[in-house]
């Protein structure tokens, strides 16, 4: 059983994951429009990525008797001065959730909740990987510079990348059926 309090937190946390959603949306959208076709993609996997957070909770919440409760979704930036600078807000906007998730295991750490200790141990290690993936990134593009070549390399390498369920995680519990992508 959830304590009121770590409910509000965990609810919290759902925002948290949407907003990166948005957030993530917003740049594919911004790389769309400049024709960066593989780092759309990267960002759109990334917000699907990010869905799936806020899901994994949200399941969560319910399923240890808990109230979802959704407070409105901030708007996400619209604009970035380059692709450089939007993976200098990547970096650093994964930076700060990562604090978001430790001060969760903080709080469940003393409140003695070792349900949710063990829950939040999968976001602790996810972090460590979008912290490592995204600041890999940065040092990639960082590194192409003003060289067009070496950012158009770039741009097709991270169009590489797929999208993966987490391991266990159900989209649709209650419709095993649905499958994303077979809807044309
Ligand atoms: Fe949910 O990990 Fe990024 O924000």
């Known amino acids: 059983m959830l304590s009121s309090r770590m409910n509000d937190a965990l609810n919290g946390q759902v925002n948290a994951e949407l907003y990166s959603s948005y957030l993530y949306l917003s740049m594919s959208a911004y790389f769309e429009a400049r024709k960066f076709r593989g780092l759309a993609s990267w960002m759109r996997v990334q917000a699907g990525e990010e869905l799936v957070h806020a899901m994994k909770m949200y399941d969560y919440v319910v399923s240890t008797g808990g109230r979802a409760r959704f407070p409105a979704v901030d708007a996400p930036p619209f604009e970035w001065s380059s692709p450089l600078n939007v993976f200098e807000n990547v970096y ?88 994303i992508g077979s809807m044309k």
């Open 92 to 179: 650093n906007h994964e930076r700060k959730v990562t604090g978001l998730i430790n001060a969760l295991m903080d709080m469940a750490m003393a409140e003695k909740d070792s349900n949710t200790q063990a829950f939040l141990k999968w976001y602790v290690d996810e972090q460590v990987e979008e912290e490592e993936s995204s600041g890999g990134a940065l040092n990639k593009i960082r590194a192409a510079g003003t060289d067009t070549k070496a950012i158009q390399s770039f741009d097709k390498d991270m169009g590489q990348r797929k999208f993966k369920f987490p391991r266990g995680f159900v989209m649709f519990p209650y419709n095993q059926e649905t499958t």
